[in-house]
């Protein structure tokens, strides 16, 4: 993957951790009550806050131009195929990480997920197994790891791969070499496909960046740390941020 299908894939990874936390959310409120708590993880704070504002002009200068560009000649049922396709390939991850936290009936439905949305979803293009009943349980190794016990570590801007802890950076191998695009051969085919992911993704979080209130950087920072927990814990978190997700 070069230079700008990373870029394209980092920055649309910020704005989606920032837009998939604030859809649970009541309001930005409690984040900002509980700051203090949440920059105890935050040691780096200096030169994560330089990381971040070097990805948030790449975003602004870059892909979110070509995002708003794809969305004005794509129709909505094109972009929301090309979604549901990259999310059904994310089905092979769910079902390896719910497999390595001992999720049987989790891995179950995702691999009903991959077989139902490949095949009568054309290749994933239709999600057809959500309105069959059968829910979407994401999950990569981060979430694994936590699950297992090891504790988030520092958080770390990364440059370009946007937000995460140190446990979470440690898993991004294993899920990247999950994901089947990863593994295509020609450069250009790869590339391709990565890029068009994360431009129909940003294109998709265009309207939830009005979501963002107040210090952008601790507006995501908080989001992010608070989203990981809810999701590593399958939503059985206590109330230490008092959010409602």
């Known amino acids: 993957m070069n230079y700008l299908s990373k870029l394209a894939f980092a920055t649309a990874l910020t704005v989606s951790s920032v837009s998939v936390w604030a859809e649970g959310a009541s309001s930005a409120e409690p984040v900002n009550a509980h700051a203090q708590s949440l920059s105890n993880k935050d040691p780096l704070e200096g030169l994560n806050r330089a990381i971040f504002k070097f990805n948030d002009g ?31 390939l994310g089905e092979i991850s769910n079902i390896a990480n719910n ?19 490949s095949t009568f979803g054309l290749a994933g293009l239709i999600d057809v197994a959500t309105p069959m009943g059968i829910p979407e349980h994401e999950e990569d190794f981060g979430q694994t790891l936590g699950y297992w016990g090891l504790g988030s570590g520092p958080y ?44 129909n993704k940003r294109a998709s979080l265009l309207d939830s960046e009005r979501l963002i209130e107040g210090d952008k950087y601790l507006f995501i920072r908080n989001a992010y740390l608070q989203r990981r927990d809810y999701l590593i814990h399958d939503g059985n978190v206590t109330d230490q941020f008092d959010v409602d997700f």
Do not use: W
């Not at 946007?162 to 250009?188: C, E, H």
């Open 58 to 88: 790449l975003d602004t200068y870059i892909l979110k131009p070509v995002a708003k560009g794809y969305h004005a000649v794509t129709p909505d049922i094109v972009e929301s195929g090309v979604g549901n396709f990259f999310s059904n």
């Open 99 to 117: 497999l390595l936290q001992f999720k049987i009936d989790a891995a179950l439905q995702s691999f009903s997920r991959l077989v139902f949305n």
């Open 156 to 199: 770390l801007m990364l440059p370009v791969l946007g937000p995460s802890t140190l446990r979470d950076t440690a898993g991004l191998a294993f899920d990247y070499n999950l994901n089947p695009v990863n593994q295509i051969d020609d450069d250009k085919t790869r590339i391709g496909l990565g890029v068009l992911k994360v431009v």
